[in-house]
């Protein structure tokens, strides 16, 4: 079983849609949680972290359950622009240094 | 505004042939990262450098070396290629240590390995 699981995707959604995606992790013991967006063929960067009391940035609202061990993503108004892979990204307890990254979800926004 | 810079963007290897991968930070970071992407899969981390003088194996290290050059630089350096090691590499770089949620990892652009 993968640390970090997410649903692969592709989401296409139309402009303007609401698309929601989550994430699970094996690790109880995690400590923090973020979310990094991921343009075709460039980096990853990071789009926000997730707080336990979930936190929004605009468009974006991130939410986590530590007892179902899930985090969530919540986007609104998609853009086309918001077409891109998002990771999930999860840092363990046992060390300053890792990070755990999910394979992506792939959202897709067409006109 | 430069960042973290890694070369080369491209290269095609033969198996059994070797190369660096080179990778400078511009931000005055303590801690850097050498990680690879595959089809499928997260990025995995191969080996990391919590500061300047020292390195640590990540997940997957095998058939790499790396050398922190200096604060700035960290070269990751495969000996005898092989056709698993096709991949995306990624260097980045942090302040400091991933702990609290203020803390940013930041990436390159990206070196994409081929071995035939």
């Known amino acids: 079983r993968k640390e970090v699981e997410q649903d692969p995707g592709p989401f296409n959604v139309p402009e303007g849609a609401t698309v929601a995606f989550n994430c699970t992790y094996s690790?109880?013991?995690?400590?923090?949680f973020f979310w990094y967006r991921q343009d075709c063929r460039k980096e990853p960067k990071l789009l926000m972290s997730?707080?336990?009391s979930g936190n929004e940035d605009g468009r974006f609202t991130a939410q986590l359950n530590r007892a179902s061990q899930y985090i969530s993503l919540l986007i609104r108004d998609s853009k086309l622009s918001d077409s891109a892979t998002y990771l999930c990204?999860?840092?363990?307890?046992?060390?300053?240094?890792?990070?755990?990254f999910g394979s992506g979800t792939r959202l897709l926004v067409r006109p | 505004n430069a960042g973290v810079t890694q070369t080369p963007k491209f290269q095609v290897l033969k198996t059994g042939q070797s190369m660096t991968l080179q990778c400078a930070q511009d931000?005055?970071?303590?801690?850097m990262y050498w990680y690879r992407q595959d089809p499928g899969m997260g990025l995995r981390l191969i080996y990391y450098?919590?500061?300047?003088?020292?390195?640590d194996k990540g997940e997957v290290p095998n058939g790499y070396n790396v050398s922190r050059l200096n604060k700035r630089e960290f070269s990751l350096r495969l000996e005898s290629a092989a056709p698993s090691q096709t991949s995306v590499y990624f260097c980045?770089?942090?302040?400091?240590?991933?702990?609290?949620?203020?803390?940013?990892?930041?990436f390159g652009e990206g070196s994409w390995l081929t071995v035939v």
């Open positions: 980045a770089s942090s302040e400091g240590g991933l702990t609290g949620t203020g803390n940013t990892i930041y």
């Open positions: 690790n109880s013991a995690s400590q923090s």
């Open positions: 997730v707080y336990s």
């Open positions: 990204v999860v840092k363990p307890l046992d060390s300053s240094y890792k990070l755990i």
């Open positions: 931000m005055n970071h303590n801690s």
């Open positions: 450098s919590a500061s300047e003088g020292t390195t």
